[in-house]
């Protein structure tokens, strides 16, 4: 879905998306990022995440966004990644398809398993990592950092929206896709 032909329904499917992304995330005013850096605007994805119609529009993308390239499971840095993650295996099971979801923890539980990484994936499996909103790309790294520690093999990162602040660059050697870029919502990136 990200590069190459996209057909009609895809391409419907993606313009919905950007429309619930623009009407309910995006604010402007000022704001500290995860990153530290300062912005006038915010992408509040929780905002569309616990959203019936939007998550559904958000599955059906990860899923055309992922599905050419053959993985065990896909899944992310909490707390964002796990919404993503659910609505992305349903909808690869609507469309026939096995996947199994994941997510990484922060920080390891002092109890039960006290696992980083939730869910069934283990070493020489292939994966998808995914998140929100990528500014540095930090907290992607976590997640990849945290996967490969297991014997993964990251395949592909996806986002919804690159800030185009720095995440490509440091995602150098993965093959990074986002749906959207900052641009796509007529926003121009932060300079540093």
Same mark, same amino acid.
């Given at each position: 879905?990200?590069?190459?032909?996209?057909?009609?329904?895809?391409?419907?499917?993606?313009?919905?998306?950007?429309?619930?992304?623009?009407?309910?995330?995006?604010?402007?005013?000022?704001?500290?990022?995860?990153?530290?850096?300062?912005?006038?605007?915010?992408?509040?994805?929780?905002?569309?995440?616990?959203?019936?119609?939007?998550?559904?529009?958000?599955?059906?993308?990860?899923?055309?966004?992922?599905?050419?390239?053959?993985?065990?499971?896909?899944?992310?840095?909490?707390?964002?990644?796990?919404?993503?993650?659910t609505a992305a295996i349903m909808s690869y099971h609507r469309h026939?398809?096995?996947?199994?979801?994941?997510?990484?923890?922060?920080?390891?539980?002092?109890?039960?398993?006290?696992?980083?990484?939730?869910? &069934?994936?283990?070493?020489?499996?292939?994966?998808?990592?995914?998140?929100?909103?990528?500014?540095?790309?930090?907290?992607?790294?976590?997640?990849?950092?945290?996967?490969?520690?297991?014997?993964?093999?990251?395949? &592909?990162?996806?986002?919804?929206?690159?800030?185009?602040?720095?995440?490509?660059?440091?995602?150098?050697?993965?093959?990074?896709?986002?749906?959207?870029?900052?641009?796509?919502?007529?926003?121009?990136?932060?300079?540093?």
């Amino acid at each position: 879905m990200v590069e190459g032909k996209m057909d009609s329904d895809q391409e419907n499917v993606k313009q919905k998306l950007k429309e619930c992304y623009a009407q309910r995330a995006i604010q402007f005013g000022q704001f500290t990022l995860a990153s530290g850096k300062q912005s006038n605007y915010y992408i509040d994805s929780k905002r569309v995440l616990f959203n019936s119609e939007a998550i559904s529009l958000l599955g059906e993308c990860l899923y055309y966004a992922s599905v050419d390239e053959p993985v065990q499971a896909l899944g992310g840095l909490e707390i964002g990644a796990i919404p993503m993650a659910t609505a992305a295996i349903m909808s690869y099971h609507r469309h026939g398809k096995m996947m199994e979801g994941f997510f990484v923890r922060k920080q390891a539980k002092d109890h039960g398993t006290q696992k980083r990484v939730e869910g &069934r994936i283990s070493a020489n499996d292939s994966v998808i990592i995914i998140d929100d909103v990528l500014t540095t790309g930090e907290s992607v790294i976590q997640a990849i950092t945290e996967v490969e520690k297991i014997g993964a093999k990251v395949k &592909r990162v996806i986002s919804v929206v690159d800030r185009l602040q720095g995440a490509r660059e440091r995602l150098i050697g993965y093959d990074f896709r986002p749906i959207f870029t900052i641009r796509d919502f007529g926003i121009e990136p932060l300079k540093d």
